[in-house]
């Protein structure tokens, strides 16, 4: 990259002109002077890549060249910095990111599929092209999650970050306790509003609050990013009735995604948990994203605000662009990549929590102390029981709070059917966040 005078314009790359890519062509046009007078020059777009060319997307391209093949956009003389915003963790958008790199052209993208996966790669090619790699808009939107951890908490040694980092989920989580309606009911407005990915499994799955945990957790532990060591539980499972349950014992389901350093590992884990109803991330309704960072000397740090949508992922991008527009070269993940660490995975299983238990048991004699031989034999301590009204099938739910326990254990008591008849489906188990974890 070479140096530019205060005057000339930093000449930027669009590849993808869905919601996101309209909506950083509009805050260009809409912003360009505020953003000129604090980058310290000019940021304009001069060539573009999409699918189809004539679609309307309620900006002009008629003026920027076009390119049919977005790795081509690399090699353009008349391109200083490149956008992704194609999606995807290989294919075009990695072709492209390492045709970038191969240009040494700085890069900024949303896509936290290919972070997750080949971030580290991409690192180690930024810095040997001693190009920016920049990724704001990949995790939680618009909330400067990054930057914050990267330089406002870069004296921090971090213990936690949790997070609710998947807005579909959390809008369905929202709307099935606001509304009273099943899962299936609201999965389809969520999809129509515009937030849920192309495959909303992605979303409901848990995959993309881990692909954004991943990349999460190198910032905040200098780990080097590690999606596949990510233990993943989506929302699929959670019936209206753990809402209520829930909501009767004093908390809220979130889908959070959760990471810490326990010894000389790395937790990673995106999973349904009841978050005490006191707690910041259990105020994060509809489809908005919020992380908590555990920072020994800042302490607690709240962010929260818009994870999705065309002005909040494009506020992210832009912000990169400045930084780019600014000369700023920091490292992708805080740190050089030779100061990354593969931390060993730690297994979430191990961890010891209260835990809700939701059991599926036949209406018959017997089964409650069947459910509780179980429970004996792997030694769980049941805390709180409760059995709603049978389902039309006849067959009931089991709502057991247990104390202190290893989810393996937790798990493994009802799953242990063996002979037994008495649990008719597998369990579902979710963690319930502490008191002390905020406190
Ligand atoms: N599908 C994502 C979400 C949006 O629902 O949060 C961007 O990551």
Redesign the pocket.
């Known amino acids: 990259m070479t140096a530019a005078s205060p005057s000339t314009p930093l000449r930027v790359a669009l590849a993808g002109l869905g919601t996101v890519g309209a909506g950083v062509l509009a805050l260009l046009q809409r912003n360009l002077p505020l953003i000129a007078r604090r980058a310290g020059r000019p940021i304009i777009v001069t060539a573009v890549s999409a699918r189809d060319r004539q679609r309307d997307r309620g900006v002009a391209i008629a003026d920027l060249a076009w390119e049919d093949d977005a790795t081509a956009l690399a090699s353009r003389p008349d391109v200083d910095a490149v956008v992704e915003l194609i999606g995807g963790a290989d294919g075009p958008a990695l072709t492209l990111a390492r045709a970038a790199m191969a240009a040494a052209k700085p890069f900024v993208t949303a896509n936290?599929a290919m972070m997750a996966h080949h971030g580290l790669e991409l690192a180690t090619a930024a810095e040997q092209a001693g190009v920016p790699l920049k990724f704001e808009a990949a995790v939680a939107?618009g909330i400067p999650i990054i930057k914050g951890l990267r330089e406002g908490a870069a004296a921090n040694s971090i213990a936690a970050v949790h997070g609710i980092l998947?807005?579909?989920c959390n809008y369905i989580l929202s709307r099935m306790e606001r509304d009273a309606l099943e899962f299936s009911d609201v999965l389809a407005d969520a999809q129509a509003l515009g937030?849920?990915?192309a495959d909303p499994s992605f979303?409901i799955d848990g995959v993309?609050a881990a692909h954004k945990l991943a990349i999460l957790s190198a910032i905040a532990f200098g780990s080097k990013p590690d999606f596949a060591a990510v233990a993943i539980h989506g929302i699929r499972p959670v019936r209206l009735v753990d809402i209520h349950q829930a909501a009767a014992l004093g908390y809220r389901i979130r889908l959070v995604g959760h990471a810490e350093q326990a010894a000389a590992k790395l937790l990673q884990r995106v999973q349904p948990v009841l978050v005490p109803l006191a707690h910041p991330l259990a105020a994060v309704k509809g489809?908005l994203?919020a992380v908590v960072a555990e920072a020994d000397h800042a302490g607690r740090l709240i962010f929260m605000g818009a994870?999705?949508g065309a002005g909040p992922t494009a506020s992210a991008v832009v912000a990169d662009l400045m930084d780019v527009a600014r000369g700023e070269r920091g490292p992708a993940f805080a740190m050089p990549v030779a100061q990354l660490v593969a931390m060993a995975p730690a297994d979430p299983s191990e961890r010891q929590a209260r835990h809700y238990l939701r059991l599926r048991v036949a209406d018959r004699p017997g089964v409650l102390a069947e459910v509780a031989a179980l429970l004996r034999d792997s030694g769980v301590s049941i805390e709180r029981l409760n059995q709603p009204a049978p389902d039309a099938d006849g067959s009931v739910h089991l709502m057991i709070v247990t104390h202190l326990v290893a989810e393996w254990a937790a798990g493994a008591a009802p799953g242990a059917r063996g002979g037994r008849r008495a649990v008719l489906a597998p369990p579902l188990i979710m963690p319930i966040m502490e008191e002390e974890q905020f406190a």
């Open positions: 936290k939107g998947n807005g579909t937030f849920a990915e979303d993309d489809p994203n994870g999705a």
